[in-house]
């Protein structure tokens, strides 16, 4: 896997590192709660694929790979709640960066 594939990864580890800095040991479940699925939707409505991300603020702003975005024409994330699938529509992407693929 090379550093352009890796970068969500990265991103997680530092989030992990910035929580066990201060001596506490990082809350899995709260971070899973973090974790959502971007599904990719043509013009016509039809799924094309998926992709993975993390809320990275209380306002919804998740972060995932740009490859993940790069043409499709609607975005939802599928967030876990309460036991149960719940599905929110993508409002806007606020910034997106093919060179580092990340959106």
Do not use: C, W
């Not at 990864?9 to 973090?34: C, H, M, R, W």
């Amino acid at each position: 896997m090379g550093l352009k594939n890796s970068i969500p990864i990265i991103l997680l580890l530092l989030l992990l590192n910035y929580v066990t800095s201060f001596g506490q040991s990082p809350d899995i479940q709260k971070l899973e709660k973090a974790v959502g699925i971007v599904e990719r939707y043509d013009y016509n409505g039809n799924y094309i694929g998926h992709g993975s991300g993390f809320i990275i603020s209380s306002d919804g702003t998740l972060v995932t790979n740009y490859h993940v975005i790069d043409g499709a024409h609607s975005l939802k994330v599928v967030l876990e709640e309460n036991g149960l699938r719940v599905k929110y529509d993508v409002q806007n992407i606020v910034k997106g960066s093919k060179s580092k693929d990340l959106a």
